[in-house]
């Protein structure tokens, strides 16, 4: 079992930065695929990063491609999402999850735990 639990929301004007942390319990950390989510009133859920295993290999969706960066530190059995050039349309809750899989995942459905979510809000 991983328990995932994100930090780092708020309240940010736009143009400005944020950085989502995702701490995860479990001694499997290492081996799992991670990923980021955002969830917009009245939206579906969307990937917005994924990062396999080791760190190598990552995914950007095309609405945050160059304006946020996803990380981890297998030590610290942490993922991070910087968020810069934050944009009113980001405002979204952010989950982050955890893949039983070394390989990137991109499809929601790939993705076995979920932590509760951290609200993000981009005032114009």
């Known amino acids: 079992q991983v328990q995932l639990v994100e930090s780092g929301g708020g309240l940010v004007q736009a143009g400005g930065s944020l950085r989502l942390s995702c701490a995860a319990s479990?001694?499997?950390?290492?081996?799992?695929?991670m990923g980021w989510f955002r969830q917009a009133p009245g939206k579906e859920r969307e990937s917005i990063a994924a990062?396999?295993?080791?760190?190598?290999?990552?995914y950007y969706a095309d609405s945050v491609k160059g304006r946020f960066t996803i990380s981890r530190d297998n030590v610290k059995k942490t993922v991070y999402l910087q968020m810069n050039s934050l944009k009113p349309e980001d405002t979204a809750e952010y989950y982050c999850?955890?893949?039983?899989?070394?390989?990137?995942?991109?499809?929601?459905?790939?993705?076995?735990?979920w932590g509760q979510g951290t609200q993000v809000t981009v005032s114009s």
């Open positions: 999850a955890a893949a039983e899989r070394e390989e990137i995942a991109t499809m929601s459905g790939s993705y076995d735990y």
């Open positions: 479990g001694r499997t950390f290492s081996s799992y695929a």
């Open positions: 990062i396999d295993w080791s760190g190598g290999s990552t």
